[in-house]
């Protein structure tokens, strides 16, 4: 059977062509080379059948970069590394400020803001030049779950109610400039229609178009610790409840590795693993 003719199933239950082009954009975004990204492709193509599930493909890829090397399998799983933030929102609201962090914002997470009606706890503050940003996260711990009109409403009415109050308090020493709504997922056609009607900046997993989160956290280098191969889920709730986020983070400060009581030989390579990704 040709390849073009298989079909795969993706995580929202839905069913598309399989695509080696959509397969090497990802291999390749890891900075693989074409050597190993032909030999990858051509195990998993020699390993499709009808109705395969995106995560067969994913994991085939994965242990095939993994047994290559560790740091190449980890830039492949930041998808997936996302969601393990999870259960709760929280790491992944510390995140996202992390990332404006190192774009030049100062942030605050968990705030409480006056609105002219109701008080309303705000996920993130970001300020920069005088200008603050109210910053809200939509977390999904499972794949396969969009962000639907429904939220940008909502967050909107809560952006409006808090800047009607902010504009008239001469007690601010800053503008309030815009309201962002951040997901790891994806928003629908109708989610993104409203948003950007209403002025909401939205940012998605892939939107805005080459600047969406997955581009931002490559660029900046700013992975999260769950995208490690080598650190244990334990080890990585422990890190995560210590408020450490970022690879980068146990770069300079191996104290909390220390504290796991993991040894030279293996802090050794965590840390490698750890440089190379965020270089």
């Known amino acids: ?29 890891t900075g693989a080379d074409s050597q190993t990204i032909d030999q990858i492709i051509n195990n998993v193509r020699d390993e499709l059948y009808q ?24 830039k492949y799983k930041l998808k997936k590394a996302i969601y393990e933030l999870g259960p709760t929102g929280f790491p992944f609201e510390r995140f996202v400020s992390a990332i404006l962090n190192y774009s030049g914002y100062s942030t605050e997470v968990g705030e409480i803001l006056q609105g002219k009606c109701v008080t309303h706890e705000i996920d993130v503050i970001a300020l920069k030049h005088n200008e603050t940003t109210i910053i809200e996260c939509k977390f999904h711990s499972e794949q396969g779950q969009n962000c639907n009109v429904k939220i940008p409403l909502y967050i909107n009415s809560r952006y409006q109610d808090v800047k009607a109050h902010w504009d008239t308090n ?22 993104l229609q409203y948003g950007n009607c209403c002025g909401l900046y939205l940012l998605s997993w892939d939107y805005p178009e080459n600047n969406g989160l997955k581009d931002r956290i490559d660029r900046l280098g700013l992975y999260p610790i769950t995208v490690s191969t080598l650190l244990t889920n334990r080890e990585k709730q422990f890190l995560l409840s210590r408020n450490i986020v970022l690879c980068r983070e146990l770069i300079n400060d191996v104290f909390y590795l220390d504290h796991l009581g993991i040894s030279d030989l293996r802090k050794e390579k965590i840390i490698n693993e750890i440089s190379q990704l965020c270089d």
């Open 1 to 29: 059977m040709n390849n073009l003719d298989i079909e795969i199933k993706k995580s929202s239950g839905e069913t598309v062509k399989f695509s080696l082009d959509k397969l090497r954009a990802s291999l390749k975004r």
């Open 51 to 74: 109705g395969i599930s995106t995560k067969e493909i994913y994991n085939r890829a994965f242990a095939l970069l993994k047994k290559k090397q560790s740091f190449l399998a980890s």
């Open 170 to 191: 001469s007690k601010m020493k800053t503008t309030l400039t815009k309201g962002w709504l951040v997901t790891n997922t994806r928003f629908t056609k109708d989610a």
